[in-house]
T-cell receptor, first 113, second 113 residues
Framework: GENVEQHPSTLSVQEGDSAVIKCTYSDSASNYFPWYKQELGKRPQLIIDIRSNVGEKKDQRIAVTLNKTAKHFSLHITETQPEDSAVYFCAASRAGGGNKLTFGTGTQLKVEL | EAQVTQNPRYLITVTGKKLTVTCSQNMNHEYMSWYRQDPGLGLRQIYYSMNVEVTDKGDVPEGYKVSRKEKRNFPLILESPSPNQTSLYFC????????????FGPGTRLLVL
C-alpha cells in the first residue's frame, strides 16, 4: 500500500519568513496530493491540493510543488503570520484505484513574533 | 448550514462494551470516510464509502465496522472496544465519489478503559 513520509515533524520560523514542508510517497500510481491544516483543538481543513498532471499550484501565500519522478511534493508558505501556526498534513491518493487517502504524520509549524 | 456532524463528541467506555459513533452530512456527498488520529501517527483511514452500500477498508480497519444504508449517514461501530482504540476519531465527506476535497466533522474523542 501507499506510504507517505513527512518532514520535518516540527518547524519554527520567524514571522515573515518562509516555511517549507516536504513529503514523499511510495505508490507511483498516486495522482492526488492534498494538504490539510489543523489548528489546535480543531478539525483538519483542506488548504490546497494538486493533481499529478500539474507541477505547481499557488493560492496567495501558499504553493505546492510536485515532482512525480522523485515521488515527492512540498508545501511552501511565504510571509508567514502567527495564524499560520498549526499542524499541517500531507496526503496521497490514487483516485480510481481504491480511493484510499494516506496521510503523512504531520508537521507542527510555529510562527514566532 | 452545510456540515458534517458526529455524535457523541466525547465518550468514555469500558473494554468490550459495543458502541456506535454516528456521522451525518447534509451536503448530499457521495464519499464518506472515517479516520483516527493518534499522536505521532497522524491521521489514518479506517473505512471509506464511495456511495450507498459501497464500503471498503482503509489502512487500519481491524476492530471496526461501518455501514452505509443512506447517503447522509455513515456510522462507525466498535463491536468490542479495546484500550488500543482510544483515539480521536474524525468523519469526513467529499462531494466526489473519491477522496478529493474532504470536509471533516468536529471529531469524537474516545477513551476505552
Amino acid at each position: 500500500g501507499e506510504n507517505v513520509e513527512q518532514h520535518p515533524s516540527t518547524l519554527s520560523v520567524q514571522e515573515g519568513d518562509s516555511a517549507v514542508i516536504k513529503c514523499t510517497y511510495s505508490d507511483s500510481a498516486s495522482n492526488y496530493f492534498p494538504w490539510y491544516k489543523q489548528e489546535l483543538g480543531k478539525r483538519p481543513q483542506l488548504i490546497i491540493d494538486i493533481r499529478s498532471n500539474v507541477g505547481e499550484k499557488k493560492d496567495q501565500r501558499i504553493a505546492v510543488t510536485l515532482n512525480k519522478t522523485a515521488k515527492h511534493f512540498s508545501l511552501h508558505i511565504t510571509e508567514t503570520q502567527p495564524e499560520d501556526s498549526a499542524v499541517y498534513f500531507c496526503a496521497a491518493s490514487r483516485a480510481g484505484g481504491g480511493n484510499k487517502l494516506t496521510f503523512g504524520t504531520g508537521t507542527q509549524l510555529k510562527v514566532e513574533l | 448550514e452545510a456540515q458534517v456532524t458526529q455524535n457523541p463528541r466525547y465518550l468514555i467506555t469500558v473494554t468490550g462494551k459495543k458502541l456506535t459513533v454516528t456521522c451525518s452530512q447534509n451536503m448530499n456527498h457521495e464519499y464518506m470516510s472515517w479516520y483516527r488520529q493518534d499522536p505521532g501517527l497522524g491521521l489514518r483511514q479506517i473505512y471509506y464509502s464511495m456511495n450507498v452500500e459501497v464500503t471498503d477498508k482503509g489502512d487500519v480497519p481491524e476492530g471496526y465496522k461501518v455501514s452505509r444504508k443512506e447517503k447522509r449517514n455513515f456510522p462507525l461501530i466498535l463491536e468490542s472496544p479495546s484500550p488500543n482504540q482510544t483515539s480521536l476519531y474524525f468523519c469526513a465527506s467529499s462531494p466526489n465519489s473519491n477522496a478529493e476535497t474532504q470536509y471533516f466533522g468536529p471529531g469524537t474523542r474516545l477513551l476505552v478503559l
